[in-house]
């Protein structure tokens, strides 16, 4: 279904909506694999552009260096930073506002255990049927720890009407948490009214991003959204299981992740017994020792 879509929402693409001076050729040499033919499954996996070979063939040659030399010194300790302010470039946020994760699920559940549900009238997580299945689960197990979720249905399987949306934010919802586009049917959501409302009501905002990241422009600070998820390996062509976790930067502070581990630590290289001392910057939303081969792959040069 979500080619059929897709193919439907290309066949009412007009040329006259490209910006003046678009080049949509323009990148095409950086993909070998599109000299042999046209490159239609980058909803589930994008096409390998050529730097990305050259980044993992010196990420090899580094980490054999690496052997002999502080390897988190030389650049491993930086790289997660630097490459969360490049994907902050692409969705519209601040430098400093994107925390690299192992997936989207880890991004999702990083979330969720910001929120203590029991404790609080404020436990409703509002969600959608045309959510992703891992996004479905992760909220689905909340309920074992007291939260109240409510799914929009949707009623043709395509898309959900706005207005349903906001009807279901109230004064109990602690957070609305919705595919930004689809993976079922590319449907596309009104971020800017759904965070509106969900402010208003004192809720925060999570979206996800992985259907609409490097696909179209997205604008994480203006939307005033307080948590975006995605992953490079469809549109961001930046190969599997590198996920990335947007904090609006003003809330970082005020959430405390109960899915942690030393790296998020102010002083990790401390090794220092609990409590967890959270450090100030996004940081303070990882886990453990990140995966260095994956980001260098999501580190190539954009060409
Ligand atoms: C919209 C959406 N969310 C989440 C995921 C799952 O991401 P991950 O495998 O990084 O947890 C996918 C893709 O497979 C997706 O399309």
């Given at each position: 279904m979500?080619?059929a879509?897709?193919?439907r929402t290309?066949?009412?693409w007009?040329?006259?909506?490209?910006?003046?001076?678009?080049?949509?050729?323009r990148r095409r040499e950086?993909?070998?694999?599109l000299?042999?033919?046209?490159?239609?499954?980058?909803?589930?996996?994008?096409p390998?552009p050529?730097?990305a070979?050259e980044?993992?063939?010196?990420?090899?040659e580094?980490w054999?260096h690496?052997?002999s030399?502080?390897?988190?010194?030389?650049?491993?300790w930086?790289?997660?930073?630097?490459?969360?302010?490049?994907?902050?470039?692409l969705?519209?946020?601040?430098?400093?506002s994107?925390?690299?994760q192992?997936?989207?699920?880890?991004?999702?559940?990083?979330?969720?255990?910001?929120f203590d549900?029991?404790?609080?009238?404020?436990n409703?997580?509002?969600?959608s049927?045309?959510d992703?299945p891992?996004m479905?689960?992760i909220?689905d197990?909340?309920?074992?720890?007291?939260?109240?979720v409510?799914?929009?249905?949707?009623d043709?399987?395509?898309?959900?009407?706005l207005a349903r949306i906001?009807?279901?934010i109230?004064?109990?919802?602690?957070l609305?948490?919705?595919s930004h586009?689809?993976?079922r049917?590319s449907?596309?959501?009104?971020?800017?009214?759904i965070?509106e409302r969900?402010?208003?009501h004192?809720?925060?905002?999570l979206?996800?991003?992985y259907?609409?990241?490097?696909?179209?422009e997205?604008h994480?600070?203006?939307?005033?959204?307080?948590?975006?998820?995605?992953g490079t390996?469809?549109?961001?062509c930046?190969g599997p299981?590198?996920g990335?976790?947007y904090?609006?930067?003003?809330l970082?502070k005020?959430?405390?992740?109960?899915?942690?581990g030393w790296?998020a630590h102010?002083?990790?290289f401390?090794f220092?017994?609990?409590?967890?001392?959270y450090?100030?910057?996004v940081?303070r939303f990882?886990?453990?020792t990140r995966?260095?081969f994956?980001?260098?792959?999501s580190d190539?040069?954009?060409?």
């Amino acid at each position: 279904m979500p080619l059929a879509i897709s193919l439907r929402t290309f066949s009412a693409w007009k040329p006259e909506n490209l910006k003046p001076g678009t080049q949509l050729n323009r990148r095409r040499e950086e993909f070998p694999t599109l000299a042999s033919g046209i490159h239609l499954l980058s909803h589930s996996l994008g096409p390998m552009p050529r730097a990305a070979r050259e980044s993992m063939n010196a990420y090899v040659e580094a980490w054999e260096h690496h052997t002999s030399e502080d390897a988190w010194a030389t650049s491993w300790w930086e790289m997660s930073a630097r490459i969360g302010d490049r994907i902050a470039a692409l969705i519209g946020g601040a430098p400093g506002s994107i925390q690299i994760q192992p997936n989207a699920s880890i991004a999702l559940s990083s979330v969720a255990s910001c929120f203590d549900f029991t404790s609080s009238k404020r436990n409703k997580v509002v969600t959608s049927a045309l959510d992703f299945p891992s996004m479905e689960y992760i909220w689905d197990a909340q309920k074992r720890i007291g939260a109240r979720v409510e799914v929009v249905p949707s009623d043709d399987g395509i898309t959900i009407p706005l207005a349903r949306i906001l009807e279901e934010i109230d004064d109990t919802t602690c957070l609305v948490a919705l595919s930004h586009v689809s993976f079922r049917s590319s449907y596309r959501v009104d971020a800017k009214a759904i965070v509106e409302r969900a402010h208003q009501h004192g809720a925060l905002v999570l979206f996800d991003a992985y259907q609409s990241a490097g696909a179209m422009e997205l604008h994480a600070s203006d939307w005033e959204a307080d948590f975006l998820i995605g992953g490079t390996i469809k549109w961001l062509c930046g190969g599997p299981a590198c996920g990335y976790l947007y904090v609006r930067p003003d809330l970082q502070k005020a959430l405390q992740p109960r899915l942690t581990g030393w790296v998020a630590h102010e002083a990790p290289f401390e090794f220092s017994h609990a409590p967890i001392r959270y450090d100030d910057s996004v940081r303070r939303f990882a886990q453990g020792t990140r995966e260095q081969f994956r980001q260098n792959q999501s580190d190539a040069p954009s060409g």
